[in-house]
């Protein structure tokens, strides 16, 4: 499966590796300059910790053909219990965290990308859901957009966390070429 976008520009998709950890760091880097320019929240305070987690097997990079990193996920086989009701957590399902994308590919839809390609993933490995949860009511309204609904709003202590799933199905779209 190749991801092909406006007929030119290839999307891969692989797990992230140790080596990775810079690329990550400054892909990161410039979504935070782009949402702080807005005046929107930033993952500033986080981007080592992200970054750090490349090549710990559970986060995967979003590169172009020519391997540039324009995002990354972090998928995760659980998510935390106290999100999910215990018939939920029995569910296979997919998790995805910390989902970022590099804002100069706006355009592309990488963050779409990721997320069509969680779907189907988690499809042809037999699972049920896709699940997300996410504080900033913008980014509820963006993964709805992408197919996600609102399983049930949480209250804590930074605001209000919006749980999200999405059934697993086999998509007929461009996907990236997992690598």
């Known amino acids: 499966m190749r991801s092909t976008v406006k007929g030119e520009r290839l999307f891969e ?23 702080e320019q807005r ?5 500033r305070r986080r981007v080592d910790l992200l970054a750090e987690q490349c090549g710990d097997g559970t986060v995967w990079v979003l590169t172009t053909g020519d391997g540039e990193v324009v995002g990354c996920t972090t998928v995760l086989d659980h998510g935390p219990a ?49 699940r997300r949860g996410c504080l900033d009511p913008r980014l ?10 609102l399983v049930r709003d949480i ?16 998509l007929d779209v461009p996907l990236p070429q997992e690598g």
Do not use: N
Not at 39 to 43: K, M, R
Not at 85 to 90: F, G, I, L
Not at 91 to 113: I, M, N, Q, W
């Open 82 to 130: 106290r999100d999910w009701t215990e018939a939920e957590r029995r569910e296979p399902a997919l998790y995805l965290f910390s989902t970022v994308t590099h804002p100069d590919y706006r355009s592309l839809k990488p963050g779409t990308v990721i997320a069509h390609w969680a779907v189907d993933r988690a499809a042809r490995q037999e699972r049920t859901w896709v």
């Open 140 to 149: 509820r309204d963006y993964y709805q957009a992408q197919g996600f609904h």
């Open 39 to 43: 005046e929107l929240p930033s993952l």
């Open 13 to 35: 998709i692989r797990l992230a590796v140790p080596e990775d950890r810079t690329c990550v760091a400054g892909m990161i880097h410039a979504r935070c300059d782009w949402l």
């Open 155 to 170: 209250p804590v202590r930074v605001g209000t966390l919006h749980v999200m799933a999405r059934h697993a199905q086999k």
